[in-house]
Nanobody, 121 residues
Framework: QVQLVESGGGLVQAGGSLRLSCRAS????????MGWYHQAPGKQRELVAG???????NYGDSAKGRFTISRNNAENTVFLQMNTVKPEDTAVYYC???????????????WGQGTQVTVSS
């Protein structure tokens, strides 16, 4: 099986910074895109940032200019550096990865359990 485990969430004051990490483990043959979504109470899950296996990033509107996504392919890990955070960034942040399992025939999307980020004003 494949697992994605996030870390780094917590409480931060507006204007501060936070760094999220997510590591994929298990029967992994290869990882394509990885990234982050967030979901605030009563709202749909939406893209924060994604990154290709080659390191090309893409950002949701809320993240542009403030957040930076990166990855370490050797360690199957993706990071989200969150700077100048705002109260509206408060949400559960979910890591995802498009992964091919060992012995698998097709790629599948896997999700972490989520980590809470709370930004106080």
């Amino acid at each position: 099986q494949v697992q994605l485990v996030e870390s780094g969430g917590g409480l931060v004051q507006a204007g501060g910074s936070l760094r999220l990490s997510c590591r994929a483990s298990g029967r992994i043959a290869s990882i394509d895109a990885m990234g982050w979504y967030h979901q605030a109470p009563g709202k749909q899950r939406e893209l924060v940032a994604g990154i290709s296996s080659g390191g090309t990033p893409n950002y949701g509107d809320s993240a542009k200019g403030r957040f930076t996504i990166s990855r370490n392919n050797a360690e199957n890990t993706v990071f989200l550096q969150m700077n100048t955070v705002k109260p509206e960034d408060t949400a559960v942040y979910y890591c995802y990865g498009r992964i091919l399992q060992l012995g698998g025939l097709s790629w599948s999307d896997y999700w972490g359990q989520g980590t809470q980020v709370t930004v106080s004003s």
